[in-house]
């Protein structure tokens, strides 16, 4: 599931990466946009043993990193452009796949403007080719930064 707005510049790499896996890989590939509720009758018919979501996420990274994100990390990284929180998706689908991978890609720009970065770019370049391989296991996860209370 590619999810994002693909009209408010890096947050579309979502969709970007859904459309350059439709019919070069084993996966069934969705754009989901905004509404990634949209689809989930796709999903729960196909009940697959993988679901991947891909979207871009603030994580404080250099634009163009990815990193699996825990559902419970979501909120840490959320730009905000879905309908629904992707933490409500996730748990909606759980009994529907074996397992569910939320992979973040560190947006440069989120502003009107429907052109990818060039570090957004070739970072969804490598990930594709990540999943392509089915090499998930080498995806860094995110670890939020705690913050010392005042």
Do not use: W
């Amino acid at each position: 599931m590619g999810i994002g707005n693909t009209l408010r510049c890096d947050d579309g790499i979502g969709p970007y990466i859904a459309r350059h896996m439709q019919g070069g890989s084993s996966f069934l590939s969705l754009d989901c946009g905004t509404v990634p509720e949209n689809f989930t009758a796709v999903v729960r018919k196909n009940r697959p043993l993988l679901l991947l979501l891909v979207d871009a996420a603030d994580m404080g990274l250099s634009s163009g990193e990815f990193r699996t994100i825990h559902k419970d990390h979501i909120k840490d990284v959320s730009i905000g452009t879905h309908q629904l929180p992707l933490s409500y998706l996730i748990d909606f689908l759980s009994d529907s796949c074996e397992k569910i991978l939320f992979i973040g890609i560190q947006p440069g720009t989120i502003a009107d403007g429907e052109s990818l970065s060039d570090e957004v770019l070739a970072g969804s370049d490598m990930l594709i080719k990540i999943i392509e391989r089915g090499e998930f296991d080498t995806i860094q996860p995110f670890v939020p930064i705690k913050r010392a209370s005042t």
